[in-house]
């Protein structure tokens, strides 16, 4: 039972990488805590937060020092901040250091450097012999991810690792020899009908963010801009409203230590 494997790693381990204004951990740790029903010892975590952006650590502390009374009643939770970035932490990691129940990357393996180097890191180094690592990202056939795939060969992708997919993990793992499993997330729809407005101000921003490149409709050619609005056209279906929508759809894949 989930209270009993609790117990036994107690205090339960934590590493999140790139954990944001910190939503995603502290749900995971509420629906862990859940899953371990009430017992007369409440669960203890320790989470180690990496973040570089200070604003959000900084957000992450505040919800931290207002938990809902239904987590304080139910887990004893301890926070460790690293105000760095996944490389910056892992060339200050001590051998004799914590090790960790699970790592989870939350829609944030995009900004590791080298995502083979940082899975190894973590089996390696950071997880205890029976850890796990999740993993989330958008699935290889999401039209993001085909974007990457598209335009990288023509030099428009300036951050290939931007559009990391369940793909990449899962080949990592089946190079390793590791044991993984794959789970299906969430699908989204996003309205991307602005971002063929060139005065819309929301529509760039969206445009800079699906390119991840800074003020694309000013410093790229004409030429490269059209094709790029071509292929989200293209990926876009009309939702009945006049509207341009696309889906994404997540994956997860979970990957075991000594399993």
């Known amino acids: ?45 320790l989470e180690r937060a990496i973040e570089p952006d200070k604003m959000k650590l900084e957000a992450f502390r505040v919800k931290v020092e207002n938990l809902p009374e239904n987590l304080k009643s139910r887990a004893d939770i301890e926070l460790e901040w690293c105000p760095m970035t996944y490389q910056e932490y892992v060339e200050q990691k001590k051998k004799d250091d914590v090790k960790f129940d699970v790592v989870h990357f939350f829609h944030s393996i995009y900004y590791v450097v080298n995502i083979e180097t940082a899975l190894e890191h973590c089996v390696e180094n950071e997880l205890r012999p029976r850890g796990v690592i999740f993993s989330i990202t958008q699935d290889g056939n999401s ?7 598209v335009f990288s060969s023509q030099g428009f992708v300036l951050s290939p690792g931007s559009y990391y997919s369940n793909t990449d ?31 819309s101000v929301a529509g760039n921003r969206l445009l800079d963010f699906l390119t991840q490149w800074v003020n694309i409709r000013q410093t790229a050619s004409q030429e490269s801009l059209q094709k790029i609005l071509n292929f989200w056209e293209n990926e876009s279906f009309e939702d009945g409203h006049g509207r341009k929508v696309v889906k994404f759809q997540t994956k997860t894949v979970v990957i075991f230590k000594g399993i």
């Open 169 to 199: 993990v899962t080949d990592v793992a089946k190079k390793n020899g590791w044991k993984y499993v794959e789970c299906s997330g969430e699908t989204t729809t996003c309205d991307i009908t602005a971002i063929f407005d060139p005065s």
């Open 143 to 149: 039209p993001y991810v085909r974007y990457g795939k």
């Open 1 to 45: 039972m989930m209270s009993d494997f609790l117990e036994e790693h107690s205090p339960f381990c934590i590493l999140s990488v790139g954990s944001g204004e910190g939503y995603n951990d502290l749900s995971f740790i509420e629906m862990l805590s859940k899953a371990g029903g009430v017992k007369p010892n409440k669960p203890q975590f």
